[in-house]
């Protein structure tokens, strides 16, 4: 969803947490980044080299830094050819042979995280920078 908002964006996510609770009865997490941290996630690009299949490089977008000893087991985690680059509150991922039977996937559930998150392949993430810069 691209929106503008006055509200900070950890206030939003609660607003919008608290309205989507309302109208469907049940709670959603909501993950909220401002046009410029959009855009510092577009500029940093760390697989962009090696990601051929811009449909299988994903960007997954966290609630908060994931801990310290999460972080390093995904950096140490022997997934090849698979690969992910932890930076701030986001994964760069890359599966370049689906997600299908991937196993760097596997480790990117919530509950092994420790943290909230959403997931987006590289070709969206840059089409809704596109349409925040508009």
């Known amino acids: 969803v691209v929106l503008s908002s006055p509200l900070p964006p950890r206030q939003l996510e609660a607003a919008l947490e608290q309205q989507l609770a309302q109208a469907l009865g049940f709670d959603i997490p909501v993950l909220v980044r401002t046009r410029a941290e959009l855009a510092k996630v577009v500029a940093q690009d760390p697989l962009g080299k090696v990601a051929a299949n811009r449909?299988?490089?994903?960007?997954?977008f966290l609630s908060k830094r994931l801990p310290a000893k999460v972080a390093r087991e995904l950096a140490s985690a022997d997934v090849a050819?698979?690969?992910?680059?932890?930076h701030g509150r986001e994964l760069y991922s890359w599966h370049p042979d689906g997600?299908?039977?991937?196993q760097l996937s596997k480790l990117l559930d919530?509950?092994?995280l420790g943290v909230v998150s959403t997931?987006?392949?590289?070709?969206?993430?840059?089409?809704?920078?596109?349409l925040l810069e508009q």
């Open 55 to 60: 449909s299988r490089y994903l960007v997954v």
């Open 119 to 130: 997931a987006r392949n590289w070709n969206t993430v840059v089409k809704l920078l596109e």
């Open 110 to 112: 919530d509950r092994k």
């Open 99 to 102: 997600l299908q039977r991937s």
């Open 81 to 86: 050819p698979e690969q992910v680059v932890v």
